[in-house]
């Protein structure tokens, strides 16, 4: 089944300590990025890559790194979490530009710090 | 620049129909419609690559003013699966980049 999975789908922390959300995509897909979507706000998004190795801010990156290895994988790490970063986070791919393509959504990660 | 959806909100009675807009101060390259239902990701609805663009599938359509940096998305004899919040994403010509910005939503209730 063509997906995207995010991992884990629930996490509470605490400030400070480091932490990284998995992304996973198996449609062979280009563009990868991470959103957060907090009530009011909408989707925001934090990182995007549009091929291995390459990778670019997009609103709101403080706080956050992503790397991209492998086509298949795009992890979110926060080096040092702080509670205004408690937020649901998605994962998406398309096949392309993510401007001209549909993107796919992971199910989300609940993050809450403490 | 996020881009301004209206209404923030809206309830209506199955077979009902909505508008729901999203509009940008920038020149759009392109605008893409989600929904949304609670807890759960957003799902694709449609793109629109081109001014003057209409798109549709069902009772759920779209149009894309290019001149005016707007986008519309109708939903037409609303069912109760309508229900939930509609995102636009823009991306602009001006940027060079591949960013979509998405609006705040628009909660769209739909009674029985």
């Known amino acids: 089944e063509a997906q995207v999975t995010q991992n884990p789908r629930y996490l509470i922390t605490v400030t400070g300590k480091k932490l990284t959300v998995t992304c996973s995509q198996n449609m062979n897909h280009e563009y990868m990025s991470w959103y957060r979507q907090d009530p009011g706000l909408g989707l925001r998004q934090i990182y995007y890559s549009m091929n291995v190795e390459v990778t670019d801010k997009g609103d709101v990156p403080e706080g956050y790194k992503v790397s991209r290895k492998e086509k298949r994988n795009f992890p979110l790490i926060l080096e040092s979490p702080s509670p205004n970063q408690t937020s649901l986070y998605f994962c998406?791919?398309?096949?392309?530009?993510?401007?001209?393509?549909?993107?796919?959504f992971g199910p989300g990660t609940r993050l809450t710090v403490l | 620049q996020q881009p301004v959806q209206s209404p923030q909100a809206v309830i209506l009675r199955e077979g009902e129909d909505a508008v729901i807009n999203c509009s940008s101060s920038?020149?759009?390259?392109?605008v893409h419609w989600y929904r949304q239902k609670h807890g759960e990701a957003p799902v694709f609805l449609m793109i629109l690559l081109k001014g003057g663009e209409q798109k549709g599938h069902e009772k759920i359509s779209a149009s894309f003013n290019e001149k005016k940096q707007q986008s519309s998305l109708y939903l037409t004899a609303s069912q109760l699966s309508y229900s939930g919040t509609y995102f636009c994403?823009?991306?602009?010509?001006?940027?060079?980049?591949?960013?979509?910005?998405f609006g705040k939503g628009t909660r769209l209730h739909i009674l029985p």
């Open positions: 994403g823009t991306a602009e010509w001006d940027r060079g980049d591949d960013k979509i910005i």
């Open positions: 920038k020149a759009l390259y392109s």
């Open positions: 998406a791919s398309s096949l392309s530009a993510g401007i001209t393509d549909t993107q796919y």
